[in-house]
């Protein structure tokens, strides 16, 4: 398949709000593609490419010319070679090797196609076609079962295998697709409340637990082989000895744990978020150790347990792993709860989590069986500018211009970013030098002091609310916002929603 046909089905996504619309451009697409295309073409499709970082920033392929050819001939498996080529090289003169392959690249490509490519490397392709558009659109190409194949991509935790089981292989092939140990699969992912009260009157009898201000990880050991994901299913396993060696005591020999990790002070208080990021950055940052902190079991010793009740998961994490568990009570009294949610709070966490004790492990969606409640409202969003500092900041870049995620273009274009507003409050003097180091990377172009930069860079803002303003195309805008963290763990469409801030213009 021509790129050119990748780029027409993408583009004809961007121009429709419609889900079925978009359901049905990208089913088309899937059934033309030959079976070793659906992979690097679903890469394509989701700015995910199968080989992973390609070691390629803004500054490379801005200085690439843009694509030049008259006439489309490059096909999906030309671009996949290069994207291999990419990833296989290392060592000295690699960024030299790399922008040959891209500037050969970009020489064969359409202007068009080159622009995709570009936001592929990037990261912030904007087509509304997400994770979920895409599985149906799987479904209907392969006249599959949508239910069947979430259930395949949540389990192998990759999209385009999943696509090609599903368009190419018979039709028990998807079924066959299981829990395996050290094969990482999507986490369950949560959804909010008001109050811990609420969310128990919601949910009836629940499991109250501590939400800590961690990095989500995902544990797998096969006897002593334990290897350590993150929540994007990246492997830091060399990064965290410790989380490794407390899962080899476990009384157990193959599990799959979930739960997340953070480094305590020497009050046992919790650490700030970038201090345990910090952990994941570096193999060799081991001044502050991490603790990992386990919520869920997923498999046990030949026994897969995600289809179990929470209720009947948790008997089974209490057994083998209760000294590392996340600390929790289980009631359907919302009073109960609220006074757990503050002795969380009192703990210097963020505040509870509320779960369905008769839900079974359902990833990759957001769902009412999972609620987190967070006293202080935060909300991941995603930087778009940044304006040169002034005064005591002057020489640092300082104020971010802060934008929502808009999956299906309400505001402006489909799987874009809707400005929301702007801070300086809450940057440290290393993040002030962090900002000026990293976002003239990924700069796409510039203005009288402010530096425009690809929408990758995903933050987490804590505000006191919400509340109505003419002056950002989503009629909403921040109050009283401040930087919490840099979220390197969390993908840009991972941001919070333009819809869910209007919403809080309700409450």
Do not use: C
């Not at 899937?30 to 803004?58: F, H, K, M, Y």
């Amino acid at each position: 398949m021509l790129l050119a046909d990748v780029v027409a089905t993408v583009t004809a996504v961007s121009a429709t709000r419609a889900r079925s619309a978009k359901i049905d451009a990208l089913a088309r697409l899937l059934a033309q593609l030959e079976p070793d295309e659906i992979v690097p073409a679903v890469g394509l499709l989701t700015a995910s490419p199968r080989q992973g970082r390609l070691g390629v920033g803004w500054r490379t392929l801005s200085g690439l010319p843009a694509g030049s050819a008259p006439e489309a001939t490059v096909t999906v498996g030309d671009v996949d070679a290069a994207f291999t080529a990419l990833a296989e090289t290392a060592g000295a003169g690699s960024g030299a090797r790399r922008g040959e392959v891209l500037a050969s690249l970009a020489r064969r490509t359409t202007p068009e196609e080159w622009d995709l490519l570009a936001r592929v490397l990037m990261g912030e392709l904007r087509t509304g076609a997400l994770e979920g558009v895409l599985l149906e659109a799987i479904a209907r190409a392969a006249q599959r079962e949508p239910a069947e194949v979430r259930r395949a991509a949540m389990l192998s935790g990759d999209l385009g295998e999943t696509a090609r089981i599903a368009l190419t292989e018979p039709p028990d092939a998807l079924a066959e697709v299981g829990l395996v140990v050290g094969r990482p699969v999507l986490p369950m992912l949560a959804a909010t409340a008001a109050t811990a009260g609420d969310a128990v009157t919601a949910t009836g009898s629940s499991s109250v637990e501590y939400k800590l201000d961690g990095a989500r990880i995902q544990v797998h050991r096969r006897g002593d082989e334990v290897r350590v994901f993150t929540r994007s299913l990246a492997e830091v396993t060399a990064r965290v000895p410790e989380i490794v060696e407390a899962v080899r005591g476990l009384p157990a020999t193959d599990l799959i744990l979930d739960g997340e990790t953070l480094s305590l002070d020497e009050s046992g208080a919790p650490r700030a978020f970038q201090d345990t990021m910090a952990r994941f950055g570096a193999e060799t940052a081991r001044r502050i150790a991490l603790r990992p902190w386990f919520f869920d079991v997923l498999h046990v010793d030949g026994r897969d347990v995600l289809d179990e009740p929470l209720s009947v998961r948790q008997q089974e994490l209490e057994r083998v792993a209760g000294p590392w568990r996340v600390p929790a009570i289980t009631t359907d009294d919302p009073s109960e709860a609220e006074e757990f949610a503050g002795a969380a709070l009192d703990a210097g966490h963020e505040g509870v989590m509320v779960k369905d004790l008769a839900a079974p492990y359902v990833a990759g969606r957001r769902g009412t069986a999972w609620l987190k409640i967070k006293p202080v409202h935060t909300f991941d969003l995603v930087v778009l500018a940044v304006e040169e500092g002034s005064g005591r900041r002057a020489g640092w870049l300082s104020n971010l211009h802060l934008g929502a995620y808009d999956p299906e273009g309400e505001f402006g274009e489909p799987g874009g970013y809707v400005m929301v507003g702007k801070t300086f409050k809450g940057l440290t003097d290393e993040l002030l030098r962090w900002q000026t180091e990293h976002f003239p990377t990924i700069q796409t172009r510039r203005t009288a002091g402010t530096v425009h930069v690809a929408p990758v860079t995903v933050v987490e803002i804590a505000i006191d609310g919400v509340q109505r303003s003419p002056r950002y195309p989503g009629g909403v805008a921040l109050r009283f916002a401040r930087v919490k963290a840099y979220r390197p763990d969390k993908r840009p469409v991972d941001a919070d929603t333009i819809q869910r801030l209007r919403g809080m213009l309700r409450g």
